[in-house]
């Protein structure tokens, strides 16, 4: 059974900095592409970052909310995948999903999904 528990989230005020941990289990970690997601209240899951298997390859969100703010990781050593966000601003509040699958931004790409970490940043 293919789990993937985030952890890392929480309320925190503008301008932070947080890294979201992912951690897999129950698939060979390292064969397979990660991605971290976001839903905000109201609004559809959007594609925030994706890294390749090894990590020697990332993807990030065309939208300018990354902007070099978020940065994604992972030690295939510790079945984990991270993401790094600085600059948190009010608009990044939702829900941050990690993914796991073979593709790269789009939501089908990915087969199995953690629970959701909640974040929050306050003005």
């Known amino acids: 059974q293919v789990q993937l528990v985030e952890s890392g989230g929480g309320l925190v005020e503008a301008g932070v900095s947080l890294r979201l941990s992912c951690v897999v289990s129950?698939?060979?970690?390292?064969?397979?592409?990660m991605g971290w997601f976001r839903q905000a209240p109201g609004k559809e899951r959007e594609f925030v970052a994706a890294i390749s298997w090894s990590g020697g390859i990332t993807y990030y969100a065309d939208a300018g909310f990354v902007k070099g703010r978020f940065t994604i990781s992972r030690d295939n050593a510790k079945n984990t995948v991270y993401l790094q966000m600085n600059s948190l601003k009010p608009e990044d509040t939702a829900v941050y999903y990690c993914?796991?699958?073979?593709?790269?931004?789009?939501?089908?790409?990915?087969?199995?999904w953690g629970q959701g970490t909640q974040i929050t940043v306050s003005s």
């Open positions: 129950g698939r060979i970690f390292s064969n397979y592409y």
């Open positions: 993914a796991t699958g073979q593709g790269w931004y789009r939501i089908h790409d990915y087969d199995y």
